[in-house]
């Protein structure tokens, strides 16, 4: 059986986890935006590019993942660690997919979107599914 | 249902190793450190090596000759796809393709230009060829016969964004893309875009009225030459015939390339050794400390495995057992971690480096992570090994009795 | 069975030398139960450890049927005590790590491998009355649990001798008497037992009795009671 303690670090590290996602496209690795890079259109107005855009989702998934989180600290029961866990995958796999082809990024190769960004999120969205695999599996 | 189903000897180490979790973990962390610092250093040299040779390879030549005052910047353009113009004064283009030993020989002209999404604009490498005497992209499209580069047809880097088929303009001058090249690592191949040289006197003469900026090519200059050697001719002997009968050039060879790879990946290379090598100074000494002191704390529970009939050998081999199985796991999670960051990062590092880079083959990555954890391994061992000796021959029943009252 | 001739183990001090055993000499034949008796620091754990093998004397000689320990290099006479002693050690001695099923079948690691070691564990913790514990970690066992499972796992190898230093020190009366109790069963089925007590109370038919003194080792005439059939203490001599 998983101890609660155990649960709780689980807990703790998808909160951490959501943060992260939030925080690497605005303030770890920022996307274009950040460096004064927008698109613009034939008006003269600019707005954001593709990575933007991106972030801006991210941010609302970081959001759920830490959700989820609190949710794992406050109530560990094992339906609770199963649905908190079939969730996390779902939303590790957006983590990935949002800035691969839901979205994208800029296309430029030496973008620093496409350089860091990118690929820091799919790093976090990997450890997202599996935390949440991870809680699958222990059901009990 | 009990869990001791099967209990065994790896069963005792395991059971010990949890016993101290956190002496433990800043065990394992020290050796995921050496393992990992090791195992990048040899997987940035290998990936560098091999996108260099994958990328000549691709380009087909053995020598790129360019002018002299340039060879700085021809040397960029291959490594970093940092895009240049710039031109031979003479180009001997016809003296180069008699020297013995050219089997082959290629003019091309580079057009430093941008181009660009409605965001940004990126530099590329534009790069004019004579298609008759081209080995290049010729040999790409022998391997992809459907494609045929007609008037205004643009090959691509792999780099370069823009779905085959969709339009790229430079200069004004509207291109069409009809194929991509496989990526190399090869800067100056993965961001360059060939045309023929007709395409690109057209874009230049137009560019006065097209373009933000008129292009100007010099009409019968070219900015390098690429040679193909004779087979079972040196490429370094070619290169200094060439040298010799044209003075004011300088031939590039992928030996001379793999030097300034080496300088520039030289600094950090030896940041990541020397951090592997400072690591395992320190660590040694350390490891071996902390493992003495396990080995004091736990004098009374050896002292009962003696009892019990454990031999010296038994017990030298139970304390290496768990030196080494830290170790080991140590080390698999510095190379997964490390794995996961070069994969990851490696365009960045391709980037700041300013480096060719590629992924290595999977036979080189075993070798790589077998290397550093054998490395860890022998650490380990030899961290533990005198405190396990030392251990072994104590006497066990004045042990047991201390350690009773 | 076990035979110690002239047997003395003397430690170098700073007040110079002190001979914690001084000419002992020992029989214990097969079957037979051997207690010896004495107060703290007389010497009897030393001379049970020599015994045992577990130090070698100063000088003399130990006979484990009949092969002398003095000739056996430190590995083999660990050979020889998993193969043939099973020791129970004053305190408990179980290694903290493993459970108590697991603390059981630890010696037989030290023997070429048998099968169907797990179930002779557990019908041993059932014997000495604690198979429902054979999950647990001995920081969770209590004084009698403890000295159960370790006489359990002195018993795994099936040894033809049992060495027990103190088995029934810290424990209340009533376990005293089960462990006690225990031993005399085993006995009774053919294993030769030394125990090393202070308590003359725990003299219950024991066919052989030693009362160790400052280091010397005397038979106990007293014994012929219990060959008797009589139950006695030590007469006129206080041990506590």
């Not at chain 1, 951490?16 to 003269?44: M, R, T």
């Not at chain 2, 992924?359 to 090994?385: F, K, Q, W």
Request: with cysteine; net charge neutral.
């Amino acid at each position: 059986m998983t101890s609660d303690k155990m649960v709780n670090g689980i807990g703790a590290l998808l909160v951490l986890l959501g943060i992260l996602v939030i925080l690497v496209p605005w303030v770890v690795f920022p996307v274009c935006e950040l460096h004064d890079s927008y698109a613009v259109l034939q008006s003269g107005a600019k707005i954001p590019m593709t990575c933007g855009w991106s972030a801006r989702a991210e941010t609302g998934i970081g959001a759920l993942i830490a959700l989820a989180g609190g949710i794992l600290i406050a109530r560990s029961t094992p339906e609770t660690r199963q649905t908190v866990g079939i969730f996390s995958l779902g939303l590790g796999a957006l983590t990935i997919l949002t800035p691969t082809y839901l979205i994208g990024m800029c296309k430029m190769a030496d973008h620093p979107c496409r350089v860091l960004t990118l690929p820091a999120l799919e790093i976090l969205g990997i450890i997202v599914i599996l935390v949440g695999g991870y809680l699958v599996w222990k059901r009990e | 249902m009990s869990r001791s189903n099967t209990f065994g000897f790896f069963r005792l180490v395991t059971q010990n190793l949890a016993n101290r979790p956190w002496r433990n973990l800043a065990a394992i962390a020290a050796f995921a450190i050496i393992a990992g610092t090791f195992f990048s250093a040899q997987y940035l040299m290998n990936g560098a090596r091999q996108s260099l040779d994958t990328g000549i390879d691709r380009m087909g030549a053995d020598i790129m000759v360019v002018p002299k005052e340039y060879s700085s910047a021809g040397e960029t353009v291959l490594l970093t796809g940092q895009p240049t113009s710039f031109f031979f004064q003479d180009s001997g283009f016809e003296q180069i393709a008699r020297v013995p030993g050219v089997a082959k020989a290629s003019p091309e002209i580079f057009i430093a230009t941008l181009y660009g999404q409605a965001c940004c604009a990126g530099p590329v490498q534009l790069i004019a060829i004579d298609p008759a005497r081209d080995f290049t992209i010729s040999s790409w499209l022998q391997d992809n016969p459907g494609v045929v580069m007609g008037k205004d047809d643009i090959i691509v880097g792999n780099s370069i964004a823009g779905d085959v088929g969709s339009n790229l303009l430079f200069y004004g001058h509207t291109f069409h893309i009809v194929g991509r090249l496989g990526r190399t690592g090869l800067m100056g191949v993965d961001m360059a875009v060939f045309t023929r040289f007709e395409d690109a006197y057209t874009m230049a003469d137009e560019s006065g009225v097209k373009a933000a900026r008129k292009l100007t090519i010099p009409p019968g200059m070219v900015s390098a030459v690429l040679v193909r050697v004779a087979p079972g001719t040196a490429p370094a002997t070619v290169a200094a015939e060439i040298t010799s009968e044209l003075p004011g050039t300088k031939a590039i060879t992928p030996g001379g390339l793999l030097s300034t790879i080496a300088g520039r990946l030289g600094s950090v290379t030896t940041m990541l050794y020397g951090s592997s090598i400072a690591v395992t100074a320190v660590s040694v000494p350390l490891l071996a400390l902390v493992a003495a002191m396990v080995a004091q704390e736990r004098k009374s529970e050896i002292a009962i495995l003696r009892s019990l009939g454990a031999t010296r050998s038994f017990i030298v081999r139970l304390m290496l057992t768990e030196s080494v199985t830290l170790a080991f796991a140590g080390a698999m999670a510095g190379i997964v971690v490390a794995s996961v960051i070069l994969l990851a990062f490696q365009d960045f590092i391709a980037l700041t480096l300013k480096i060719p880079f590629m992924i290595p083959s999977p036979a080189y990555i075993l070798v790589a992570a077998g290397s550093s954890l054998a490395l860890s391994s022998g650490i380990g061992g030899l961290a533990a090994l005198w405190p396990a000796i030392h251990s072994s021959r104590s006497e066990p029943y004045e042990t047991i009795r201390k350690g009773a009252s | 069975m076990i035979e110690a001739t002239g047997i003395t183990k003397a430690f170098t001090t700073v007040s110079g030398e002190v001979r914690a055993v001084d000419m002992a000499d020992l029989s214990a034949g097969k079957g037979s139960f051997t207690l010896i008796l004495g107060r703290s620091g007389s010497g009897k754990s030393t001379l049970l450890a020599m015994l045992a093998g577990l130090i070698r004397p100063s000088s003399g000689m130990v006979r484990i049927k009949g092969e002398d320990m003095g000739t056996l290099t430190d590995d083999q006479m660990a050979a020889l005590r998993a193969r043939e002693i099973g020791f129970v050690f004053q305190f408990s001695g179980l290694i903290p790590t493993v459970t108590a099923l697991e603390n059981v079948m630890i010696p037989t690691l030290f023997l070429p491998k048998s099968s169907g070691t797990r179930e002779r564990a557990l019908a041993l913790l059932s014997r000495v009355g604690v198979a429902d514990r054979a999950d647990a970690y001995p920081a969770t066992l209590s004084s009698g649990e403890m000295k159960r499972v370790a006489i359990a796992r002195a018993l795994i190898n099936n040894p033809s001798i049992l060495i027990a230093d103190e088995p029934t020190g810290d424990l209340d009366v009533d376990t005293e008497a089960e462990i006690m109790g225990l031993f005399r069963t085993l006995n009774r089925e053919g294993i030769t037992i030394v125990m090393v007590t202070h308590n003359p109370d725990l003299i219950p038919c024991a066919s052989h009795t030693y009362t160790m003194d400052r280091g010397k080792l005397t038979e106990n005439p007293d014994a012929l009671l219990c060959r008797r059939g009589i139950t006695g203490t030590l007469l006129g001599q206080d041990l506590q």
